[in-house]
């Protein structure tokens, strides 16, 4: 018997060390193309099921949504009441009827007013953990999305950077938000011309943070000046706004000043997201 | 063994995708309960370190593909919590609130700490320093006060239970 649990034991630990040896070759070789293939590959595989989830989520609710106000309706005492209500219903669901036309209308809107050539695309999903900053929308490889092109968002009117694509599948993709520690956006004060460095503070900091801004711009800099894009760097075009200044921090002993950025769009309330189509 | 790997992997996997989109409604400043960890923890802990590691591995290889995080990254992270939790296989006796709540504190503990370290070897900084966090003590919190209910729920799911005969043979 003991000899048997020696076994047992034996061959899990074998079985964990090999697992271990797995994931720490993937973790090693993740910045490798070849493993960024499989990766992708696997994207585009598991965003089938997200795809489905989300159809099927929405399906749920808007069957409980049914359910319940068959439930109300039932409860109506007078027939009168009963039609009025459903016509208040009836109108409850143009005004949202309405409210979806205008928003797609400003869509629509946004996306041919938009300078650079676009694709629309919906988020079907976010990280499945806390630690990771994931946005996956509905377009992919076969709707000409590729790696590193621009995202952004449109909110009150207002066009706003989200980040870029990082991987694409079929027919979904992996958008790195701005406020994540790996994206990196050379930008600029639209007012002051002065340069900088956008870069994330990671999962749960709504703020970005602007570094390697020259010093002697401190007077220039008000509260509230708007960033955008510099183009300086290959990925974004320039123009594109990011945020607002919310902080300065300038030490005596550094050349350059770090700004506190709120970005322009609130990422907790996104639907649709306009990938900007570049060329090579 | 082989068949309730291979479920339970699946469901992990569902519960990984489900995380994506579904449980972002019952999101608490943004930060969802891991039901994968929780699930991952009760199955380990039913059946034993080898079917327990090899699930993680799986589940982590899918949080891989649905996320930005490096390819690898949950799978290293899975397999440990899942080898960890099921050395409490047969050692542990599970009452139906305490227990879940103390197994999956200290669990959700562990994946904090493989996580930074993973992170600080590998140079992922947005992990690096994700146990002090905030959002890691709200996880903390809204995964253990979850456990209670998830493990008397996952009681009922049968494959899980035949498990627990096969792998004493």
Redesign the interface.
Same mark, same amino acid.
């Given at each position: 018997m003991s000899v048997r649990n020696s076994v047992g034991g034996h061959r899990t630990g074998v079985v964990f060390g090999v697992l271990i040896v797995l994931s720490v070759l993937l973790l090693s070789l993740s910045s490798n193309r070849g493993s960024f293939r499989v990766k992708t590959a696997g994207l585009s595989v598991v965003s089938t099921f997200q795809g489905a989830f989300k159809s099927t989520a929405d399906f749920l609710s808007s069957t409980v949504t049914s359910v319940r106000e068959l439930g109300r309706l039932r409860s109506d005492y007078s027939a009168l009441l009963e039609r009025v209500r459903h016509y208040e219903g009836m109108e409850s669901d143009i005004a949202e009827l309405q409210h979806e036309v205008s928003q797609l209308r400003e869509i629509l809107g946004f996306s041919q007013a938009l300078q650079y050539r676009n694709v629309p695309a919906q988020i079907i999903g976010k990280d499945p953990g806390n630690l990771f900053s994931t946005i996956t929308i509905d377009k992919g490889r076969l709707d000409g999305m590729r790696q590193n092109m621009p995202v952004v968002a449109v909110q009150d009117g207002e066009p706003g950077l989200v980040g870029k694509i990082y991987s694409v599948g079929r027919r979904s993709s992996q958008v790195l938000p701005i406020f994540d520690t790996g994206n990196y956006v050379a930008a600029r004060l639209q007012d002051s011309r002065y340069e900088g460095l956008v870069s994330g503070q990671g999962t749960g900091h709504r703020s970005v943070t602007m570094r390697y801004v020259n010093a002697q711009a401190r007077n220039e800099i008000q509260y509230g000046d708007l960033v955008i894009t510099s183009g300086m760097n290959s990925i974004y075009p320039k123009g594109i706004h990011i945020g607002v200044v919310e902080s300065i921090q300038a030490r005596p002993y550094e050349t350059s000043l770090e700004l506190t950025v709120r970005p322009i769009v609130d990422f907790s309330r996104m639907e649709y997201l306009f990938v900007i189509v570049t060329e090579d | 063994m082989t068949q309730s790997v291979i479920i339970t992997t699946a469901i992990l /996997? =569902?519960l /990984? %995708?489900?995380?994506?989109? &579904?449980l $972002?409604a019952i999101a608490i400043g =943004?930060? !969802?309960p *891991?039901l994968?960890l929780i699930v991952l923890t009760y199955y380990a802990q039913k059946t034993? #370190?080898?079917p327990g $590691?090899?699930a993680g +591995?799986g589940a =982590?290889?899918?949080? *891989?593909? &649905?996320? %930005? @995080?490096? &390819?690898? +990254?949950? /799978? &290293?992270v899975r !397999?440990?919590i899942g080898?960890l939790a099921?050395l409490t296989h047969n050692k542990m006796f599970l009452d139906p609130i305490f227990m879940p709540i103390i197994a999956v504190l200290v669990v959700t503990l562990f994946k904090g700490v493989i /996580?930074s370290l993973?992170g600080s070897i +590998?140079g992922i *900084? @947005? %992990?690096r320093? #994700?146990l002090v966090?905030?959002? +890691?003590l709200i996880?903390l919190a809204y995964n253990s006060l979850l456990a209670p209910l998830l493990f008397a729920l996952l009681g009922l799911i049968g494959p899980l239970h035949r498990t627990e005969r096969t792998s004493s043979l």
């Open positions: - | /996997a =569902g /990984a %995708v489900i995380k994506t989109n &579904l $972002q =943004g930060v !969802t *891991d994968v034993g #370190s080898m $590691q090899i +591995f =982590g290889i899918v949080e *891989d593909l &649905l996320s %930005v @995080s490096p &390819l690898g +990254f949950h /799978a &290293l !397999t440990i080898f099921g /996580a993973t +590998f *900084d @947005s %992990v320093a #994700s966090s905030s959002r +890691f996880e």
